[in-house]
């Protein structure tokens, strides 16, 4: 799998970050879904967005992508103001949402060819990287088949492997591995590492610690809105994990505890960032 290393002339600020969230606020409904974010993601990083359901996961990615407005502060791709050049950043987004955004009368193929057509990708390219993403998903077996008539997982599959069709610079998943099996989890972990050695950058939001662990990249540990800690795993662990009498399995489960007095529940519900819709 290769990756077009986009914004590398002059307009596009090709050297600087590709991701920069500069004190980032949004509010629903008076209660804050975000507050004062910042974060920056380069080329070739994967940054891990740790945190429980309603921890402002959601409403973080889709001002990344474009799809929602900052109340406050400002979000930049490859030096692009959010907001002002939304069309020219989505362009350069792939965005893998919570809700599928698959359509089930059609088959694999035609969903691939669909959406890499949407992206503007010409029958060449189009083919080649349909062909290339379908084997990097397991999908390469399943083209023919409508995806009514695939399992939930498939087609969890082939909504993910849809963000990467277009090759982007910034490669936005949200909890991606809901509903795979240990098989799809790892193809797409694989995926995941593949691209950001080719140079895109990554958001990988989960509320799994396990798979922030294994990336074993940067974690950004967002509780109630807000990053608290930001690093390395094994850096976070070092700063503030401590030896108790309780055992864990994972060193980040006590990290999360010790940044924000809470023992970690990725079953916490309440979340306002419903609404995810397709991203073409």
């Not at 409403?59 to 939304?86: F, M, P």
């Not at 990097?136 to 995806?147: E, T």
């Not at 990554?202 to 799994?208: D, E, G, L, P």
Request: hydrophobic content about 45%; proline content about 3%; some cysteine.
């Amino acid at each position: 799998m290769t990756v077009t290393h986009f914004g590398d002339d002059e307009s596009a600020a090709g050297r600087g970050p590709v991701l920069v969230l500069a004190s980032v606020w949004k509010t629903y409904d008076q209660v804050p879904a975000l507050r004062g974010v910042n974060l920056e993601v380069g080329r070739g990083d994967v940054c891990a967005l740790v945190g429980a359901n309603a921890a402002g996961k959601t409403t973080l990615l889709s001002i990344a992508a474009g799809l929602r407005q900052a109340d406050r502060g400002s979000a930049e791709v490859l030096g692009l103001q959010s907001g002002r050049r939304c069309e020219r950043i989505r362009s350069l987004v792939g965005f893998a949402q919570q809700e599928l955004a698959v359509y089930p009368p059609l088959t694999v193929r035609e969903n691939l060819v669909l959406f890499a057509e949407l992206r503007g990708l010409r029958r060449t390219m189009r083919d080649e990287r349909i062909a290339s993403t379908a084997e990097a998903f397991g999908l390469s077996r399943v083209l023919g088949r409508r995806v009514a008539t695939l399992s939930g997982g498939t087609r969890r599959r082939l909504h993910v492997a849809i963000a990467f069709l277009n090759e982007p610079a910034l490669l936005l998943l949200d909890e991606p591995t809901a509903g795979l099996d240990i098989e799809g989890r790892a193809d797409l972990l694989r995926a995941v590492r593949a691209v950001a050695e080719q140079g895109a950058a990554i958001v990988y939001s989960t509320n799994r610690l396990d798979e922030a662990e294994e990336l074993d990249r940067s974690v950004a540990i967002l509780d109630r809105g807000a990053v608290v800690a930001q690093g390395r795993v094994a850096e976070l662990v070092s700063a503030q994990a401590e030896t108790t009498t309780q055992v864990t399995s994972r060193g980040l489960s006590a990290v999360f505890l010790a940044l924000t007095g809470r023992r970690y529940d990725p079953t916490h519900a309440g979340s306002p960032e419903g609404g995810n819709v397709p991203t073409a």
